[in-house]
DNA sequence: GATGCCGGGAC
DNA sequence: GTCCCGGCATC
């Protein structure tokens, strides 16, 4: 019944046929009232039936009167145990004294009722009025397994829609209410309730849970890398909602930079142990003794997981940014295409130095790949900054030529096909990466303060409009196809540049 | 009003 | 990831 188009976005329509969805309604019906008998029935969930739980991984807690079946007919048993690793529920039947292993999906919170009559499945069919979803009539006619599943349902919003952690927190409030079926005090449903209602320690996760805090996820808001670090000040300051799409999380990694090496290591115990090893020769034993010596010789990387900033296609990707300005040679800004950047004849740092096997979760840096050719915006840093995929010249002609900036690098062409599959560049952690990264993205088009402070606002941001004709200027609105995909999406014309 | 395009939603 | 569009800034 939903459309096949896409909605418009912030569209009412987009609205009205949200809120029509089933679950949605369910949902408001439930979240709207907290009257225990108040609501309608549930004609929107489906055929009656016995509620499997399968379906929202639901934990059953030991003790809990479910329902099977057993023998054809239908049981009434007590949880003895949830298996949430085969996700089977072992059930004491008392009425036949025995023990029966049930799958989740088997297993039911609430009585069988006989199927409801025509008339509730013909309602669904209906189209669902908008206010039925917020004027709930106070009907006394919910059955018991309707109202588990709005219960569930309401949860499973609340919990969507919160992104606290403490939904995620572990159920400890037994679910009295899923398990009396009957009496089912439907309305007391309650936060802690709700999320009592599932376990969060395995398969399924809210639609939207707040992503645990990560050490690196920690790194990633304390790293300036990409829109600065003011807005995500401002977030914390505001208390604004995060992101919804976090596109700069990176990985951590250790390199080492101990002289003509420069391994990449994931784990800090691995790199301690290369550095040991390897550089500082001393064995297991003395480890102890210079326990954090070996500190001074590695640095943390950031792997950039999702590259929100891809370079287009034959563009090499990021060189690895020192820490600091005086960081090991090979890691400073010279053009990575020459075979040994640091001069030392130390070929492919961290894949000739040894210690093979030393860590499973080497990764090389990989410095012939990263010759950087960016033709039209120039930089030297591992953030460079490149149009999007769409925006990314296809069988256009890119007529930018590069463009010589005060940095001291350059920009050459790759000397080897971009292998894309390598290993994801890293990025040294580095202060002045995300200020750079603006500079770079507004350097070619006017002159740029060096801003301690990156602006935000739209005007600092958006491109002034350039003089070069676009394709709807070109092409005209009625030769749409004619355009470049950037601007038929209205983005950023790349067929011709300013 | 037309245009360019950013930001973000839908898929 | 692509595709699309609302909305804003600019002309």
Redesign the pocket.
């Known amino acids: 019944m939903?459309?096949?188009?896409?909605?418009?976005?912030?569209?009412p329509l987009?609205a009205l046929v949200?809120t029509s969805c089933p679950s949605m309604e369910s949902t408001l019906e439930t979240g709207a009232h907290g009257d225990p008998e108040g609501g309608v029935g549930s004609p929107t969930m489906g055929p009656p039936g016995p509620q499997h739980l399968s379906r929202f991984n639901y934990k059953l807690q030991p003790g809990q009167k479910v329902y099977v079946l057993c023998g054809g007919r239908e049981c009434t048993g007590v949880v003895e145990q949830h298996n949430h690793v085969d996700n089977e529920v072992a059930i004491l039947l008392p009425a036949l004294g025995q023990h029966v292993l049930r799958k989740l999906q088997d297993v039911w919170t609430s009585p069988t009722v006989p199927p409801q009559p025509p008339a509730a499945t013909q309602s669904t069919s209906k189209p669902y009025q908008v206010s039925s979803c917020i004027d709930v009539p106070n009907v006394p006619r919910r059955s018991p397994e309707s109202v588990d599943m709005d219960e569930m349902m309401a949860a499973l919003v609340l919990t969507s829609l919160s992104c606290s952690p403490v939904v995620q927190s572990p159920p400890h409030r037994d679910t009295v209410i899923g398990s009396t079926g009957m009496e089912c005090g439907a309305g007391e449903l309650s936060d802690s309730g709700s999320s009592g209602y599932w376990s969060c320690d395995r398969g399924y996760r809210s639609p939207a849970p707040s992503p645990p805090i990560t050490e690196t996820e920690g790194h990633s808001l304390a790293t300036p890398t990409d829109?600065g670090l003011d807005m995500e000040l401002e977030q914390v300051l505001f208390d604004e909602p995060a992101?919804?799409?976090r596109?700069n999380s990176v990985k951590l990694a250790y390199r080492c930079l101990w002289p003509n090496c420069g391994k990449i290591l994931t784990s800090v115990v691995g790199m301690k142990r290369h550095v040991r090893t390897l550089h500082l020769g001393q064995s297991v034993e003395h480890e102890r003794c210079s326990r954090s010596e070996e500190d001074f010789y590695y640095t943390e990387i950031h792997q950039r997981e999702?590259?929100?900033l891809?370079p287009p296609p034959g563009v090499s990707t990021h060189t690895p940014i020192p820490t600091t300005s005086n960081s090991t040679p090979w890691l400073a800004c010279a053009s990575p295409s020459s075979p040994s950047p640091s001069g030392v004849g130390s070929g492919e740092p961290g894949v000739g130095a040894g210690a093979g096997g030393d860590s499973p979760t080497e990764v090389s840096p990989q410095p012939s790949q990263l010759s950087q050719s960016a033709p039209s915006i120039p930089g030297c840093f591992g953030q460079v900054h490149s149009?999007?995929?769409?925006?990314?010249p296809t069988s256009v002609q890119v007529v930018a030529p590069p463009v010589s900036v005060s940095s001291s690098c350059r920009w050459t062409k790759p000397t080897s096909t971009p292998q894309p599959s390598q290993g994801a560049p890293f990025l040294v952690r580095s202060v002045s990466v995300g200020e750079q990264w603006l500079q770079l993205q507004n350097a070619p088009i006017r002159p740029h303060p060096a801003s301690t402070s990156p602006p935000?606002?739209?005007?600092a941001?958006?491109?002034?409009?350039?003089e070069?004709?676009?394709?709807?200027?070109?092409y005209?609105?009625e030769h749409r196809d004619q355009w470049c995909?950037?601007?038929?999406?209205?983005?950023?014309?790349?067929r011709?540049?300013?």
């Not at 995909?485 to 790349?494: E, H, I, L, M, V």
């Open positions: 939903l459309p096949k188009t896409r909605l418009g976005k912030r569209s987009g949200c829109e992101p919804r799409k596109r999702l590259q929100p891809t149009e999007h995929s769409y925006q990314a935000r606002s739209h005007w941001t958006r491109r002034i409009r350039g070069a004709k676009k394709c709807r200027k070109v005209g609105i995909t950037a601007c038929r999406w209205k983005k950023a014309c790349q011709f540049l300013d």
